[in-house]
């Protein structure tokens, strides 16, 4: 079950998340952005430091090379978390269209431009939902983490093996929905 109140209390890691996997820009790397929003008693801070430092090796147009390789030529390497598991059956346009309806219900309107299984717009998601109260939010953002943990577990298996900067990145999300998993007693 999802701690709520301490995957709020994450929410800055998420608009972080949302920032880095989104096509890299020169703002991107400023160090302001890791400054405000990675904090050394985060749970992923060891992994984003190593992600964040790796990435500072490469200019911003190698950056964009290996963003553009990584998540656009690379089948196992997506950012849409439900194509691993459903490619392009029905079922996957089912979870496609409940996450939309999860958004707007919690006050996104989605760009038409976007799946709603796309990872940056997922962590964007959480990080400017307000839902703390709201009794739709148990179900809700089991359903949500759920397509998250199982399409970046898969993320994190081909980074690794392409040797990718992002392997970390995605460790540290991985790592910041773990801390938010309330232990049964």
Same mark, same amino acid.
Request: hydrophobic share 40%.
């Given at each position: !079950? $999802? @701690? ?7 929410? =800055? ?10 096509? =890299? ?11 405000e929003s990675v904090y050394s008693s985060d749970p992923a801070y060891e992994s984003l430091k190593t992600y ?11 950056? /964009? *090379? $290996? ?13 849409? !978390? ?5 490619? @392009?059956?029905?079922?996957?346009? /089912? ?8 958004? *707007? !219900?919690?006050?996104?309107? !989605? =760009? ?13 998601? $959480? ?7 709201? @009794?739709?939010?148990? /179900? ?12 970046t577990y898969h993320l994190l298996k081909a980074l690794e093996k392409h040797n990718s900067p992002y392997f ?11 801390s938010c998993i309330q232990q049964e007693a």
């Open positions: !079950m $999802i @701690d709520l109140e301490k995957l709020y209390e994450e929410k =800055p890691l998420f608009g972080f998340f949302a920032n880095q996997l989104t096509y =890299p820009e020169k703002r991107t790397f400023h160090p302001s952005v890791f400054e964040w430092d790796k990435m500072h090796e490469y200019s911003l147009e190698e950056i /964009q *090379e $290996i963003y553009t390789y990584t998540f656009d030529f690379q089948k196992d390497t997506t950012l849409f !978390m439900t194509y691993v598991k459903y490619e @392009d059956a029905k079922d996957r346009g /089912q979870m496609l269209a409940k996450l939309k309806v999860l958004y *707007e !219900m919690f006050g996104l309107n !989605m =760009p038409d431009s976007e799946l709603s299984d796309f990872l940056p717009l997922m962590c964007e998601f $959480i990080y400017a939902a307000e839902w703390i109260g709201d @009794d739709r939010a148990p /179900q809700s953002f089991s359903m949500l983490l759920a397509v998250i943990e199982d399409g970390h990145l995605i460790k540290g999300l991985r790592e910041t929905f773990k």
